[in-house]
T-cell receptor, first 109, second 114 residues
């Protein structure tokens, strides 16, 4: 079983839609969680960190559920520019970082 | 603006060749990482370095070695390239003492081994 699992998608949504991605993890010792965004043929870039209390950045909301061992990303009012691959990332402390395989999102006009 | 550069965007090599992938960061970051990214598998850590001349194996170090002689430069070496090492290679830098800090990635090197 992979340490971090994501639905690969693709998710095809119209502009203005709300879309949610989940990511499950198997290591209960995981300490920190992040969402990275990767545009086609580009490098990954940090989108946001994920905190137990949940956090919001504009149209993006991230949640962590330690009991069920998953994190989520909600995108409201989708824009064409949101089309990308979203990577779920987990850090267990030290220098070990685990990346999910990514969920592809296509936002269409 | 932080910057991580990689020596080549595209590279084609023959089986058995020794391959050097170079990564330079201008952020004065202590920590640097090498990953490979393959479809359906995500990014997998090959090696990381937390200081000059210091290195630690990641999840898939077999067939690779690294060198960090200067703080800003972290090199990945394929001693004898094989076709299963065809992949996208991404270098990253990060500050701080743990992997909980943001990683800044270079643009990647797409390596094809024939």
């Amino acid at each position: 079983r992979k340490e971090v699992e994501q639905d690969p998608g693709p998710f095809n949504v119209p502009e203005g839609a709300t879309v949610a991605f989940n990511c499950t993890y198997s290591n209960s010792a995981s300490q920190s969680f992040f969402w990275y965004r990767q545009d086609c043929r580009k490098e990954p870039k940090l989108l946001m960190s994920v905190y137990s209390s949940g956090n919001e950045d504009g149209r993006f909301t991230a949640q962590l559920n330690r009991a069920s061992q998953y994190i989520s990303l909600l995108i409201r009012d989708s824009k064409l520019s949101d089309s990308a691959t979203y990577l779920c990332v987990m850090a267990t402390g030290g220098f070990k970082t685990i990346f999910g395989a990514g969920t592809r999102l296509f936002v269409k006009a | 603006d932080v910057k991580v550069t990689q020596s080549s965007r595209y590279l084609v090599k023959r089986t058995g060749e020794k391959v050097f992938l170079e990564c330079v960061q201008d952020m004065d970051h202590e920590n640097m990482f090498w990953y490979r990214q393959d479809p359906g598998l995500g990014l997998r850590l090959i090696y990381f370095s937390y200081d000059v001349k210091m290195k630690e194996k990641g999840d898939i170090p077999e067939g690779y070695s690294v060198s960090r002689e200067k703080k800003e430069r972290f090199s990945l070496i394929l001693e004898s390239a094989s076709t299963n090492q065809t992949s996208m290679y991404l270098c990253a830098g990060a500050t701080g003492e743990t992997s909980t800090d943001t990683q800044y990635f270079g643009p990647g090197t797409r390596l094809t081994v024939l």
